[in-house]
Every structure is written in structure tokens, then in C-alpha cells.
């Protein structure tokens, strides 16, 4: 028996698409950065050659476009990426289904919604298909037994993502005039002890607007895209059969390295599945059930045998 991989990380892990996220954030960090020279300024009229009302329609245009920017960012990982990988087949027995729009996160923000996952507890025969550049390996709660996790494509999720993207462009526009304009409502006086005070309010305000109109424009976009690409049906083998935990299955697709999954070895996406009958256990599940229940699976001898 090949040597079992041990559980967890397997170095340094890193999810690009958090960090692409925090860098986006980390642009608009420098609207409070501005905000601060405002604050230790006494009488200041322009501020690097733009009005000081001019902050005003930059903080709601900057907070608008990194959401956007954001959304978009979803989207393209989702739906648009193609990272390298390698075309394998392992199997073993599903030991959790996730589907599309299950967490909370995705209920409230659209656009992060991922494809439908299947989790499967492999065969010690494909223990070393989980740790090739793998910088974690996943595992059931039983005997700690690997895990490759299996992404199928969601025509609704690319469609509720690109959705979200026009949503969120045409809020943003209607969130910076409508941020804009409620800020200059509050009438701040060009001269005063507390005029500094009341444009950093006027900023803020702005910002805020412009933030929620946009998340409100994703979520409609998103909302009417996903009503009209309909529900996915439900995760089905080659001929047609729903598949469910516990079922013994083939899995054939690319493996990738991905960092949304804290550098997980995972199929993305699953081109081909193949059932092979059920198993009479319940999640979570053993290595020890397929290894000895389903004998002959359907990936080739070439890919067995290294």
C-alpha cells in the first residue's frame, strides 16, 4: 500500500484570489489616506492639484470601481481562467456534495458563488495523484483518509457572475451621482473651524452610497442572469444518474493546484464521471470502503501504473 499522505498543509498556501482582492482594497486604502492629509490640514483649497471637493467625487468613483473591479475579478476566476493542470482519473466513494449558492456568502453576494463541488475520500491507489504539487491535502473526518475534490461547471454561476459585472458597472455609475449628490446636501461651508470636519463626513458619505448602490446593482444583475439561465440540473454521470453521497464513482478531468482551496489538488473541472454502485456506509468515509468494495474502476491501466 502506498505510504498515506498526511492530513493539512503542506507548505505555503496561498488563495491568489484573496490576495488579488486585498490588493484592490489596499488601492482604496489610500481614499483614507487622503482623508488624513485632509485632517491635518488647516486651509487648504486644492490638495496635489484637485479641488477639495474634488475628493468627494474621487472617494465615491474609487470605492465604486474597486467593487466592480472586484466582481469582475469573481467572475474571470470562475468562469473565464484556465489554469494548466493535468489530465488524470481517480476514484473512490463521495463522501460530500456541495452545491452552487449553498453558503451564506453566496446567498448575500451573487458573484462569489462557486461551481458545484463533489468531495471524494480516493483510493489508496491514487494517493499520490492528492499530494503532486499539492500544498494541502484535504480528508474526511474518518481516519483521516485524502480527499480530491471535484468542480463541475454551472452554466448558472458564469451566468450569475457575469450578471453581477453589468449590475454592479451600471449601479457604480448610478452610486457615484447619487453618493455625490447626497454629499453636497450636507452643505459644508468653505471657510470654518468645522469645515474639514464636515467634508471628511461629506467623503464618507459619498463612499458609502456609492458602495451600496453598486453591491445593489450586482445583486439585481446577478439576480435577473441567474433567473434567466435557470437552475442547474442535478450532478449526473455519463448516463444520466444523479449522483449522490455514497456513491462509488470514476472522476476524470484536469487536477490543479488551486489556491482557493489553500492549494488543494483539485479537478477543475470534472470532464467525465463514472458510477459504479453505492456504497452501505454514511459519510464520513474510510479509504478502507473503496479500497475494498469497488475493486475495478473505469481509469485506464496507464494511468494506474506510473
Known sequence: ??????????????????????????????????????????????????????????????????????????????????????????????????????????????????????????????????????????????????????????????????????????GGVVGIIAGVAIAAAIGCAATGPFYILCLIIAILVAAIVAAIITLIGAGVGGGIAGGIAGTDEPLSDDGGNVLHEGDYVSTFGKLITSGSMDGARVYWFVERTVLHGRSTGSPQFSFTDPDANLTEDACPIDVVIK
Not at 494548466?84 to 463521495?94: F, H, P, Q, S
Not at 463541488?117 to 492528492?130: F, G, P, T
Not at 494541502?136 to 448558472?156: L, M, N, T
Request: glycine share 10%; net charge negative.
Open 1 to 170: 500500500m502506498p505510504t498515506k499522505p498526511t492530513c493539512g498543509s503542506q507548505g505555503e498556501s496561498t488563495d491568489d484570489m484573496m490576495k488579488l482582492i486585498l490588493a484592490i482594497w489596499g488601492i482604496l486604502g489610500t481614499i483614507g489616506s487622503v482623508v488624513g492629509f485632509v485632517t491635518n490640514a488647516t486651509a487648504i483649497i486644492t490638495i496635489l492639484g484637485i479641488a477639495a471637493s474634488g475628493l468627494i467625487w474621487l472617494s465615491a468613483a474609487a470605492v465604486a470601481l474597486g467593487i466592480v473591479i472586484t466582481v469582475g475579478a469573481f467572475w474571470f476566476d470562475r468562469c473565464l481562467a484556465d489554469p494548466d493542470g493535468k489530465e488524470a482519473c481517480t476514484a473512490g466513494v463521495i463522501n460530500e456534495i456541495v452545491k452552487a449558492f449553498s453558503s451564506t456568502a453566496e446567498q448575500i453576494f451573487w458573484f462569489t458563488a462557486q461551481h458545484p463541488k463533489v468531495d471524494v475520500v480516493v483510493k489508496s491507489l491514487y494517493w499520490d495523484e492528492v499530494v503532486q504539487l499539492a500544498l494541502f491535502v484535504k480528508c474526511s473526518g474518518k481516519d483521516e483518509s485524502p480527499i480530491i475534490s471535484g468542480f463541475y461547471h454551472s452554466d448558472q454561476v458564469c451566468a450569475v457572475g457575469l450578471g453581477s459585472l453589468i449590475g454592479a458597472v451600471v
